[in-house]
């Protein structure tokens, strides 16, 4: 590790977007492996804030230092020891002009600035899709950039492993093995929103492992009245209770008639994918409905094991890439294996349930309706 | 052991009303105590459906003889093994009659009939409010019978511990833990409905340990006003985030405008108290609202090491109390000790939170807001 | 809170001895109760190293100024953000003598010159045995001292309730849940340690609520042959496992052959209670024997609910005793009340478990063997 | 799913060799494929002895239909409802001859006579070398077999995936992040041993996400100098604890003197790789040591989400198989597909750590220690 041929003296890091359990490990990690090659490590808060609008931070200019000491407890703490924000892209950051109206402005160039008083030579920047465009926006500006990418959902094609996912899906699965006895005592049909506006990986195994009986995904359009005649059949067989999962994007298919459209529109106005099951369910069928939306849920906690290792190995991948020279890349993990993946190539690109994968097979065998 | 002078061979357990993380462990210690008096044990299943509507149940009668193997390992199980109902009260049973009318019939003196015909000398009944009830009604009618009382909101005024409790209140601290996150991460007001229609226990002790910062209860109506402002107050202080935990039964005090109320009303006809206060806040507040009803997850799960103790001591003490010759009475709880309350004196008697209590004294010094 | 008859300014918090979950949860409610009082709250760091020892902290002088910012998140973690000692009692503090011996030096002084340097008004002192018994010194030299009780083995006479002792007993259950699995399909006996060197609560309470065939207290010497006729018979009714809970200090009755005794030595020097058992049982049973000590792992981890409500109860409890002009007494919890206890009545007062208390008789009805 | 080329009517399902989290999940998932297949399904309990030592079994001649109700929860459940057992090999079945002396009877006709009277036309066997092993020569006898793979250390060579890993993994993650705390109060060295005899994945994926500061794997002999010298800098660093993680199989290098040894002789006679490496430590360094064997923690509990869903995967790829006609293979996953693996080519080809894999390089990146 002593051959330094990057140059790198000093590297940041920063964190954008919703909360993902292993942010702190990729934070961890990365500080690690930098300080052990000798470099300086500074964190900014609140994604690119810290960097742009020292003025908020009046304690720390928004700037942390990552030492050893910092970091060494973090790996199993929940969040982000240095914040995110979803809000105020740099790049089209609203404030107000001089007629009191709220125009956007790119600051990016104030961020670059930012970079060059701190003496930053690199950055390492943890975030979702919007994050990693900033990423790559900084590095065709000329910073090297290593972006580490972050996705619950795991839907992103460039990489097979992401972190967040295993911790969301783990506990999803605990609540609704929690459901089932409610559920059963009362003879209701529970119906359960999890994650995953455009894959339906979190809603197919949370769940498959809890016994779900019905799952809507977004890959597959959904027939209100199949779901309906399978729960039918599902109690005339004597069973008595029943667990929809639904993803926050399932949606139903275009044949649905627009009365039962209207009539969950109501419900729509307040909530979401399960809101809608629920109204149209409700006529249906007999049992009692519930619902459930664990979506807040999941985002929280501490990761799992599995979740940690991946964060590890993305943020001392991200170190090992800034020390090969590279920038204006992404560190994926396609099992064993690392692999960098150019930031421009990463955008939009979407990891679906492919309907004929192994997992769907084994779904499909154990009698779960998709609604198709 | 050996002096049995109850005279009694053999004795029925059952259970009734919603689930309780505990009423296997209820079961397991009554049949090892029973066994190891050299008394037969038989399981109801359904609540009394098992006594009344063998034809129900052709496999077995609704009958599950307990062994020392049938119970061994259920302790660590949720739900109950013996099933339950929170439908068909027996003495108000639900028949047609001859017009096709839905008629309410008194099958009380069936199952007394059934208790004879399988040579049953003594019944150990676990349930709430309802089952106590018929549990008295049989004590009346002849049938000796020990009650266990279950209620997961802890809000029963003859014993001081009850088990579901802990079990609700600890999943509960671990979801609000995981809520802080996001809430953190989105500058969001977390609304999170946990149960208690008419005791706040659950929310104040699964609130206070799990930081969060007002908490509506059953025993103080709120004044949304107050609770607006002191949430205004905490963002002024730089706070990211807010969680409000609100009881099933928590309502606001006579004193809040009507048009609030109606504008909450079309929120309440899908949810409950967690959507009138989010519907509430809404035009008072800057914040991004989300809400969570928990309530459903409360009642799930594995039960806790302190739920799966008290269980057992219930269902060692109703042995004990049979064995002593009693009838007619709940066992209770209240530490070190157990007690025997008659079934008479139970119904109805509320265990509301005292306003000076210490755990609500300690809920003050932390700043916690109540809404009054 | 305005009227502080008090004049109290500042006060310090200091936690001492071994770990147990729930010191940050009552450093958060001391730290809140006290700023909302207008009060300025210091940690010491290290138990009372950080007041007389400052040239060992180059960075803050041994001294955590306590903010809302620095406790809002501690509640859930584990361990103590203030460290503790479990050596260097200071007033018996070992130093080198001129001609290199190590004397013990009383530095208490030095101490007292360190509350008064920092203005420090009173100092609430969170500890078990050793801390309280110093808390009470420095009351006696003039400081106000509050004292916390901690006690993860439940065995102080003063208070009913303490904290860490549900954690301790819900991970002890959680573990001998998965022990079962193993010592089923191998036909094992499994001997588990926990903690408990004069009380056998963490034993009984967790051994009761994961299934134990067998528990071992120190309030109970136990016949090894009694444990080894109780197992025989126990496998012979067709049993496939056992679990055998030992505390810490359980001791084997007078009535022991010394040659067992001897046999039992050399395993003794290398571990505990759980390998003399083993040791004891070997020759007496068929059974293949494992050991398990999970006495390591008892302290650690998040606090359960329980334990957090319990910890902030006795944080708020504390300000509230130095506000009325409290001093020289340790706050406790007698359910629902909290009391104040004087330092000099507390110090070895043991609660042990009475052999004929509610807990215990339900364990006999169960069929729990305790060796007597 | 109709036609079923296969011929198949009736399939019988047994698990041998020890436990493994995600067994009930592969016989859920089996048995209710095969039931919407239209087959019948029985379960042959403990191993093969349910088959051929019927006179073992008076309640059901060692055989449990296995219908949807029978399986529907257990997915969660840890253990296997079939019971399984690790002695007793029916092809070296220890019988007592005419003259008393113990001799090794092959019974492997007994148990094809077994499957003939049950008129079982297929067999799904699950369980680790030895039991696919057998599954192997019943093959070659003419019974229809699948194998499915179970082995908690990962460590075959034929399949990527294996149920019972991560949640071994898991749990050790959660007790080392426990270590933590009560390490850190005491200044120790803690020594924790997980299972692992020829591979050294667990300690590997427990041991980086619990931050270790030293792993000793089989796959590297340790030098304990290097490890002493590792953990001396440590502390002089500052560090105020160390953990250490052991596999099973972990073993000194050749060049470790032998007088240590001899020294860790004695330790070794009660313990294990653990026992070991605190006795060649303990003169070299200076902390208090203290050891965790936490191998019979590991194998209990329920089932991770991940290993659910693999063991559902095995347990439906294994009907498929059956359907397809195979026989004499093993189910396998490589993700994300399935793949067959002849028996014959399974037994004996172990998985190690690679030494150069992305993990491994993480570790190192992170400063782990591995003793080389």
Chains 1, 2, 3, 4 share one sequence.
Request: with cysteine; glycine share 12%.
């Amino acid at each position: 590790m002593a051959n330094n041929a990057s140059g790198i003296k000093k590297i940041a890091i920063n964190t954008g977007g919703g909360d993902a359990p292993g942010l702190n490990a990729v934070i961890k990690a990365a500080t690690v492996a930098a300080l052990n090659r000798g470099w300086e490590v500074i964190g900014i808060r609140d994604g690119f804030n810290g960097i742009f609008l020292p003025e908020n931070y009046p304690d720390d200019d928004g700037l942390l230092k990552l030492t050893y000491d910092v970091v060494k407890e973090i790996t199993p703490l929940g969040g982000t020891i240095l914040g995110t924000t979803n809000r105020g892209n740099p790049m089209r950051y609203p404030m107000k002009d001089t007629k009191g109206n709220i125009v956007e402005i790119d600051r990016s160039d104030e961020i670059m600035a930012g970079f060059r008083r701190e003496k930053i030579d690199a950055l390492i920047s943890i975030g979702g899709d919007g994050s990693l465009y900033m990423a790559h926006c900084f590095a065709q500006k000329g910073l090297r950039v290593v972006g580490v990418p972050k996705t619950i959902d795991n839907d992103l094609e460039a990489t097979v492993i992401t972190f967040g996912f295993d911790t969301a899906r783990s506990f999803a699965t605990e609540c609704i093995d929690r459901l089932h006895t409610t559920a059963r005592s009362h003879r209701r049909v529970m119906i359960v929103e999890v994650m995953g506006r455009h894959a339906g990986w979190i809603a197919l195994e949370s769940g498959i492992p809890s016994s779900a009986d019905v799952i809507l995904l977004p890959e597959i359009p959904y027939d209100i009245n199949i779901v309906a005649d399978h729960l039918q059949k599902h109690f005339a067989k004597g069973r008595t209770h029943a667990i929809v999962v639904v993803a926050e994007g399932a949606k139903p298919a275009g044949g649905d008639s627009s009365v039962i459209e209207r009539e969950a529109g109501k419900a729509e106005r307040l909530g979401g994918a399960v809101d809608r099951v629920a109204a149209q369910l409700k006529d249906l069928i007999e049992n009692e409905i519930r619902t459930v939306n664990l979506g807040h849920l999941l985002r929280g906690g501490s990761p799992t094991s599995f979740d940690r290792l991946t964060a590890l190995r993305f943020g001392a991948a991200a170190v090992r890439a800034l020390e090969e020279g590279e920038s204006g890349i992404m560190v994926a993990l396609n099992p064993p294996d690392v692999n960098y993946v150019p930031l421009d190539q990463v955008s939009g690109k979407m990891r679906s349930v492919p309907l004929d994968t192994d997992v769907m097979v084994t779904a499909r065998d154990l009698g779960i309706c998709f609604g198709d």
